[in-house]
């Protein structure tokens, strides 16, 4: 079973730039997340995607973070214009259903260093 | 907002030795996770509990629900290389219905 697809790997911008990352989920879970890990915490949510409606989205720096998920299955997070302290690894992850949201499968995460 | 502490920050073993590391908070959860984490890759799931007072183990792991739901522990048994990275609990408020909060993450390193 293919896991969670996240590309690029790694990303260099300078400040004030856009940035843009994609995810594919697992096949067939509905519920795709973002997370930011900040170097040597642990992930905090971004935001949460039931199918293509947005579950969660609280703790997502609204000003310059968006992400969408259009069709219900990938996703795209973007960050206009980027910050010095967004430089982090962002994970997506999936989980296969609702009701057990607790089990995530995580992709490789894209490691965003903005200079 | 909530927030998990989690201890040690780090550590350092040799090889064959037990680990016990723990996780605490100041609000009660109702279900409590551990993963792990190693360089370059995403968390992966090791253990879920979801009864205070559990234990549940997986292979040479071993973790438990505390039973005032807000603690939990892990101990891994007989130590090996491939053990290391750095191990995250995670606590969720209500079952399927609430964001999980992670911890900052106990980082082991092993001594061949």
């Known amino acids: 079973e293919a896991g969670v697809a996240q590309s690029p790997r790694y990303k260099i911008i300078e400040k004030r730039q856009s940035v843009a990352f994609w995810c594919n989920p697992i096949?067939?879970?509905?519920?795709l997340y973002w997370y930011q890990q900040i170097l040597g915490q642990g992930p905090k949510l971004l935001i949460q995607?039931?199918?293509?409606?947005?579950?969660?989205d609280s703790q997502l720096p609204k000003d310059r973070f968006s992400a969408e998920r259009l069709k219900g299955v990938d996703s795209t997070l973007k960050i206009q214009p980027a910050k010095l302290e967004d430089s982090a690894v962002y994970l997506c992850?999936?989980?296969?259903?609702?009701?057990?949201?607790?089990?995530?499968?995580f992709g490789s995460g894209t490691q965003l260093s903005v200079l | 907002g909530q927030q998990l502490n989690q201890s040690p920050q780090s550590m350092f073993i040799q090889e064959g030795e037990d680990v016990s590391m723990n996780c605490t908070s100041s609000s009660i959860f109702n279900t409590w996770l551990w993963y792990k984490q190693e360089p370059g890759e995403g968390p992966v799931l090791l253990i879920a509990?979801?009864?205070?007072?559990e234990l549940t183990s997986n292979g040479r792991l071993t973790a438990q629900f505390g039973i005032t739901r807000k603690d939990s522990f892990l101990n891994i048994s007989a130590s090996i290389p491939s053990d290391v990275g750095i191990y995250f609990c995670?606590?969720?408020?209500?079952?399927?219905?609430?964001?999980?909060?992670f911890g900052q993450g106990t980082r082991l390193t092993i001594n061949p």
């Open positions: 992850a999936s989980s296969p259903l609702p009701e057990h949201n607790e089990k995530l499968f």
């Open positions: 995607f039931q199918n293509n409606g947005v579950v969660d």
């Open positions: 509990l979801y009864k205070a007072g």
């Open positions: 995670a606590g969720q408020g209500i079952q399927g219905a609430q964001k999980l909060v």
């Open positions: 096949s067939g879970h509905a519920t």
